[in-house]
């Protein structure tokens, strides 16, 4: 039997456009308030990119700081994988771009298409295939620009999701000496394809003028599904993690930045604190892939990654795919 690589995160960069978008800015263009944003969702603003960035661009700024953080060259770079829902076009593959303009010379790329979930299962990937001694250095960046599948005129979605980029560097724990991989899981859930959906653009519906003029190239949610779903996988994911180590052991839990209430219920059914959870929904909304490594980043920088502590990463989203990713830091 091979014996498996220890696994760590040698680096971690964020990166969000500068214009914001608040909600008193959404009041002006559908019928909603600040008010009812806040008290459902708890978001504030959130990040919109420039007309002259691509997704690409976006995971481009993340990931030289990933990268700087890891104290590691582009060339040094065996794979990146790209998690998007939005990448810069449906192929050739947003990885390949972001690959070429860092300078990996080295590298292959893939993207990783799971929504919400994608940079927890981009990670799981990324570290068993350093694990098995296939690849030394992956990146994994979780980008999107969902502004350009949002139709800022239904207010059950436009409110809630916004633009930006998350990278991690993973290495052998030996190189990283931080962040141990210590496992996760990637679920899915069948009969749920309708409730979050970008309906046209594919091969179900190939992008044609009638499908622009019924908006299918737009998001599509039932947001109150999505919302039970949310809860009850967040606190199943997180109590299969305190069944294992033990309630003690956790640092802190870095969801999937959702919405404040599908959280809050969560961590009230794991009769879990608030402080033991890390939000920053109420300055970027939902950013689906990028939504974990953004708040990662910002939970490192706020001191809030505790050595030899568990770091718990539970996301879920369009699918119905869920998972977790789980760290000691
Ligand atoms: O990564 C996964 C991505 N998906 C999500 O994060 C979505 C999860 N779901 C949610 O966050 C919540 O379901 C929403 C925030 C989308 C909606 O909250 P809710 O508590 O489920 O509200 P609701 O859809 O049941 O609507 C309640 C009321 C309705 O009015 P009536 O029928 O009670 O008169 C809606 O028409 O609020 C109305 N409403 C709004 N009012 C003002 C719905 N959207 C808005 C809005 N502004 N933007």
């Known amino acids: 039997m091979t014996t498996l690589i220890p696994v760590g995160m040698a680096g971690l960069g964020r990166y969000v456009p500068e214009r914001r978008l608040t909600n008193q800015d959404l009041e002006k263009l559908v019928d909603t308030s600040d008010d009812w944003i806040v008290q459902r969702t708890g978001i504030r603003e959130r990040r919109i990119a420039a007309p002259d960035q691509v997704t690409s661009t976006l995971a481009l700024n993340a990931a030289r700081l990933a990268l700087a953080d890891a104290r590691m060259e582009p060339d040094e770079i065996d794979l990146v994988i790209c998690a998007t829902v939005t990448g810069d076009q449906p192929f050739p593959a947003t990885a390949c771009r972001l690959g070429l303009d860092l300078g990996c010379k080295r590298a292959g790329g893939f993207d990783l298409g799971a929504a919400c ?5 981009s990670s799981q990937v990324a570290a068993g295939m350093i694990q098995s001694g296939q690849a030394k250095n992956i990146l994994v960046v979780g980008a999107e620009i969902l502004s350009r599948i949002l139709d800022y005129s239904d207010r059950n ?35 749920a394809e309708g409730i979050l959906a970008q309906p046209a ?33 967040f606190a199943e994911l997180v109590q299969g993690v305190i069944d294992k180590y033990g309630r003690d052991q956790i640092g802190v839990i870095v969801p999937h930045q959702v919405n404040q209430r599908i959280i809050e219920s969560a961590m009230e059914q794991l009769s879990m604190p608030m402080d033991s959870v890390f939000c920053n929904i109420d300055r970027y909304g939902n950013t689906s892939a990028a939504s974990v490594p953004i708040a990662l980043r910002e939970a490192l920088e706020a001191g809030r990654l505790q050595k030899g502590k568990l770091v718990v990463m539970p996301a879920f989203g369009a699918g119905m795919a869920w998972g977790h990713l789980l760290l000691r830091w």
């Open 117 to 121: 979930s994608g940079f927890v299962f």
């Open 157 to 191: 979605t436009c409110e809630l999701f916004g633009d930006g980029a998350g990278a991690a560097v993973y290495t052998s724990l030996e190189r990283a000496g931080r962040g141990e991989f210590l496992g996760g899981s990637i679920g899915m859930e069948g009969g």
């Open 201 to 233: 653009g594919g091969s179900r519906h190939p992008a044609t003028a009638s499908t622009v003029e019924q908006k299918l190239h737009y998001m599509k949610m039932g947001g109150t599904k999505v919302f039970r779903f949310a809860v009850r996988v």
